[in-house]
């Protein structure tokens, strides 16, 4: 079996993207900790093999031995490669920013070569990539989410909101442009930053950041040990590492919302997650979803070392209708965005 890889800022994607400069910051160092840990990962299991691309801009990616690296360096070699790994491969998983339809457009590409992919579909990654739309659909099914709206490009907010907001790209993956804005005439300065883009607007939501991921697949959705952030807040938001949840309380309190999202979505298949803030109160009655990430995330450099198993064949499995058994292995973990554990 051959398993194709695709990472987005590692394996060339950049390239596509030329208005969006060099592969760099947190996309590219996330990047390639996800692809690194994966190729590993699913090389490790017995019979299966790895395609990974990797931009010839980059130093060299650490790859297992054994996996397959095709070198990218233009526009037009990243998609052909695209084509032909996908296709000579048994499963695809694709890992790419939501932003401007990227990872949506990717998946349906592959979908219409009848390539299958162990990463979530592109009708569910477009629904998720609005978070606005994502957030007033999974509010009807019960789910608390934070008061908040879509802005376009000149447009002022309500009338009526209450500071301190969170600000992001509509469509923006991981700490994309995201900041807390504490009065209007901030607001005003930061939405031309913002240029035509989008912006989502949101009431800050108190509490402690957290994330779960789901395995989905045919037999429904598996669920992972969640995780508290650590965020840079007085920042970008960006994502500074990340510790297992031992409370049991807290982790069933991102069990439920987990539960509820998966049902409502259809149990898509793939790893994704979620994000989450769980509030002071421990009935769960101030806890918010505040996005649904339709893609592998971050978590996995850190879950993959607190699981008894290969988390990669765990999404393997899950894919085509197992029931993997999540044992935790090492409750307390703490990882940081690179795969370093402490």
């Not at 990974?52 to 095709?70: M, Q, Y």
């Not at 998983?93 to 939501?98: D, R, S």
């Not at 469509?171 to 913002?194: L, T």
């Not at 998966?262 to 009655?285: E, K, Q």
């Amino acid at each position: 079996m051959r398993v194709f890889v695709y990472e987005f800022a590692s394996g060339g994607g950049f390239y596509t993207k030329p208005e969006w400069g060099e592969p760099a910051g947190s996309l590219l160092t996330e990047g390639l900790a996800m692809a690194s840990s994966l190729a590993t990962d699913f090389q490790s299991i017995e019979g299966v093999d790895v395609t990974l691309l990797a931009d010839t801009r980059l130093p060299e990616i650490h790859s297992p031995s054994g996996a397959e690296v095709w070198p990218i360096s233009s526009s037009s070699q990243h998609d052909q490669a695209m084509g032909q790994a996908s296709a000579a491969g048994d499963w695809t998983l694709l890992i790419a920013p939501e932003t401007a339809g990227v990872l949506e457009q990717l998946a349906r590409r592959c979908e219409a070569s009848g390539i299958r992919l162990l990463s979530p579909p592109s009708d569910f990654v477009g629904q998720m990539a609005d978070k606005t739309n994502a957030l007033r659909l999974l509010a009807t099914h019960g789910i608390s989410v934070p008061v908040g709206g879509r802005i376009e490009c000149g447009e002022e907010l309500p009338f009526v909101v209450t500071f301190p907001l969170v600000v992001k790209p509509n469509d923006g993956a991981g700490s994309d442009r995201i900041c807390v804005v504490h009065d209007r005439s901030e607001w005003r300065r930061r939405a031309r930053e913002y240029g035509s883009q989008p912006v989502r607007w949101e009431s800050l939501c108190r509490g402690r950041a957290a994330s779960i991921a789901v395995l989905g697949g045919v037999s429904g959705s598996v669920l992972l040990p969640p995780c508290y952030q650590t965020l840079d807040v007085e920042g970008d938001f960006g994502f500074l590492g990340g510790r297992l949840i031992s409370e049991p309380s807290e982790a069933r309190r991102c069990e439920i919302i987990a539960q509820r999202v998966a049902t409502a979505c259809g149990h898509p298949v793939g790893y994704w997650g979620i994000d989450l803030v769980l509030g002071n109160d421990p009935s769960g009655r101030d806890d918010y979803l505040i996005e649904v990430n339709p893609r592998l995330t971050t978590s996995y450099v850190g879950l993959r070392a607190a699981l008894t198993g290969n988390l990669a064949e765990m999404i393997l499995e899950t894919a085509v209708g197992g029931r993997p058994a999540v044992r935790l292995e090492r409750p307390g973990l703490e990882f940081d965005p690179t795969g370093e554990l402490g």
